[in-house]
T-cell receptor
Framework: AQKITQTQPGMFVQEKEAVTLDCTYD???????LFWYKQPSSGEMIFLIY??????QNATEGRYSLNFQKARKSANLVISASQLGDSAMYFC??????????????FGKGTKLSVIP | DSGVTQTPKHLITATGQRVTLRCSPR?????VYWYQQSLDQGLQFLIQ???????AKGNILERFSAQQFPDLHSELNLSSLELGDSALYFC????????????FGEGSRLTVL
C-alpha cells in the first residue's frame, strides 16, 4: 500500500525567504507520480506541481520546485521568495501507475505554512 | 477556477437524514473522484468513476453511494447520516491523457447536527 508522510504539522517562514516542506513516500511501484496541492483557508484544493518517477529533472513551476530524491523516497516542495498569500495547508500526494483514467491519489496529512510579514 | 463545479457549497442537516452532493467535471474529463476531508482522517479517497463506470473504491461506507451519469456529472448520496459524517466533500476530475493531476471543486461542506 502507498503511504505519504509529512512530518511537519506547521511551519513558519519570513516573507521573501525560501521554505522547504518535507514529504516522504513509500510504494512498491516502479511507475508513480508525486504531487503537491495547496489548500488556502477558503478550502479549495489547488494543484501546484507534479513529478513523475521517471523524470530525471526536478519539476519547477514558477516559485515552486520539487526536490525529488528517488533513492531516499522524498519529494520536498521548495517555495522561493515566500509571499503572504502562500499561507495555507500544503499536501503531498502520490498516485500509482494505474491504468488509463485511474489516477486516485493518496494524500499526506499536510503541513500548515504561515508566512510572517 | 478549476472548472469543476460542486453543489451545494454548504449543507446543514440532522442525523438520520439523506443528502445528495452533485459534481460537474471539467469539460473533456472522463474521470470523477470523490474525497472526504475531516479533521481526524485527513483526505480520504471514497470512489472513482470513469466514463460512467465505477473504477475504484476506497474508504466509502455502505451508507454512501455514488454514480456518474451519461453527461459525466456525478452524484454522491449520503444516507442515515451520523455526526461523524460532518466533513468537506470534494469532487475532482482528471483527463486520461494528462499526468494524473486531479482538479478539485471547491467542496461541499456538510454539517450533521
Amino acid at each position: 500500500a502507498q503511504k505519504i508522510t509529512q512530518t511537519q504539522p506547521g511551519m513558519f517562514v519570513q516573507e521573501k525567504e525560501a521554505v522547504t516542506l518535507d514529504c516522504t513516500y513509500d510504494t512498491s511501484d516502479q511507475s508513480y507520480g508525486l504531487f503537491w496541492y495547496k489548500q488556502p483557508s477558503s478550502g479549495e484544493m489547488i494543484f501546484l506541481i507534479y513529478q513523475g518517477s521517471y523524470d530525471e529533472q526536478n519539476a519547477t513551476e514558477g516559485r515552486y520546485s520539487l526536490n525529488f530524491q528517488k533513492a531516499r523516497k522524498s519529494a520536498n516542495l521548495v517555495i522561493s521568495a515566500s509571499q503572504l498569500g502562500d499561507s495555507a495547508m500544503y499536501f503531498c500526494a502520490m498516485r500509482d501507475g494505474g491504468g488509463a483514467g485511474s489516477y486516485q491519489l493518496t494524500f499526506g496529512k499536510g503541513t500548515k505554512l504561515s508566512v510572517i510579514p | 477556477d478549476s472548472g469543476v463545479t460542486q453543489t451545494p457549497k454548504h449543507l446543514i442537516t440532522a442525523t438520520g437524514q439523506r443528502v445528495t452532493l452533485r459534481c460537474s467535471p471539467r469539460s473533456g474529463d472522463l474521470s470523477v473522484y470523490w474525497y472526504q476531508q475531516s479533521l481526524d482522517q485527513g483526505l480520504q479517497f471514497l470512489i472513482q468513476y470513469y466514463n460512467g463506470e465505477e473504477r475504484a473504491k476506497g474508504n466509502i461506507l455502505e451508507r454512501f453511494s455514488a454514480q456518474q451519469f451519461p453527461d459525466l456529472h456525478s452524484e454522491l448520496n449520503l444516507s442515515s447520516l451520523e455526526l461523524g459524517d460532518s466533513a468537506l466533500y470534494f469532487c475532482a476530475s482528471s483527463h486520461p491523457l494528462n499526468t494524473g493531476e486531479l482538479f478539485f471543486g471547491e467542496g461541499s461542506r456538510l454539517t450533521v447536527l
